[in-house]
C-alpha cells in the first residue's frame, strides 16, 4: 500500500465549478499537509499547507484534513481556466515528505 | 531571476554517457534535494543534502550521484546513462526552520531523454 494515495483523474471541470480533489494516506504520524499546483513545464509550487484537522481557507481554495480518516482535501471554488493544473497532496512526518502522483485538473471556458 | 535555477532545461543523450544536471538557488537555504518525476509514479527523491558536508540516499539513488560545491549549489550526475532515466528532475530546496516540514521550492525542472 502506498503511503500516499490520489487519483490521477484527469479531472475536466467548467468554468465555474466547485472542484474537490482528494488524498488518503497510511501513517498516521504524519503531522502536515499540504497542496502543490504543478503548471505545464514548471516545477510544484506549494499553494496551501496545514498541520491540524479542520479546514483552512485561502482565497478560493480550502484544504481540508481529516485526521481520524487519514483524509485530505483541496477545494476550488468558482473554478478558473488558470487553475487547470496538476495538484499534488504531500504529507511530511519526521522530516520526510511523501508527494501524491497529482492530479491533473482541466478547467473548460 | 528564478529562486531555484535548474541547467539544462532539456537534454537528450545516448545511452552509457555521463551526465550532470545542475541547480543553484538564491533562497539562501541549507537543505537541497533531488526529485524524479514519472508519469503514475509522482516525485521521488534521489538525494538529499542539509548542509554543504551532508549528503543522504533517498528512495531512488541507484544509478545517481551527487555534489553538494557550496550552500548554493548541488549537482545530480548519471555515471552511465540509461533509458529508464528518461523523466523529469527537479531540484527543491527547503528551510530548516519553520517551514522545514513543508515549504519545498522547486526549480523548474530538467527533461533528460535517454536514447
Known amino acids: 500500500q502506498k503511503e500516499v494515495e490520489q487519483d490521477p483523474g484527469p479531472l475536466s471541470v467548467p468554468e465555474g465549478a466547485i472542484v474537490s480533489l482528494n488524498c488518503t494516506y497510511s501513517n498516521s504520524a504524519f503531522q502536515y499537509f499540504m497542496w502543490y499546483r504543478q503548471y505545464s513545464r514548471k516545477g510544484p509550487e506549494l499553494l496551501m499547507y496545514t498541520y491540524s484537522s479542520g479546514n483552512k481557507e485561502d482565497g478560493r481554495f480550502t484544504a481540508q484534513v481529516d485526521k481520524s480518516s487519514k483524509y485530505i482535501s483541496l477545494f476550488i471554488r468558482d473554478s478558473q481556466p488558470s487553475d487547470s493544473a496538476t495538484y499534488l497532496c504531500a504529507i511530511s512526518g519526521y522530516q520526510k515528505v511523501t508527494f501524491g502522483t497529482g492530479t491533473k485538473l482541466q478547467v473548460i471556458p | 531571476d528564478a529562486d531555484v535555477t535548474q541547467t539544462p532545461r532539456n537534454r537528450i543523450t545516448k545511452t552509457g554517457k555521463r551526465i550532470m544536471l545542475e541547480c543553484s538557488q538564491t533562497?539562501?537555504?541549507?537543505?537541497m534535494y533531488w526529485y524524479r518525476q514519472d508519469p503514475g509514479l509522482g516525485l521521488r527523491l534521489i538525494y538529499y543534502s542539509f548542509d554543504v558536508k551532508d549528503i543522504n540516499k533517498g528512495e531512488i539513488s541507484d544509478g545517481y550521484s551527487v555534489s553538494r560545491q557550496a550552500q548554493a549549489k548541488f549537482s545530480l550526475s548519471l555515471e552511465s546513462a540509461i533509458p529508464n532515466q528518461t523523466a523529469l528532475y527537479f531540484c527543491a530546496t527547503s528551510d530548516p526552520g519553520e517551514t522545514a516540514n513543508y515549504g519545498y521550492t522547486f526549480g523548474s525542472g530538467t527533461r533528460l531523454t535517454v536514447v
Open positions: 533562497k539562501g537555504h541549507d537543505r
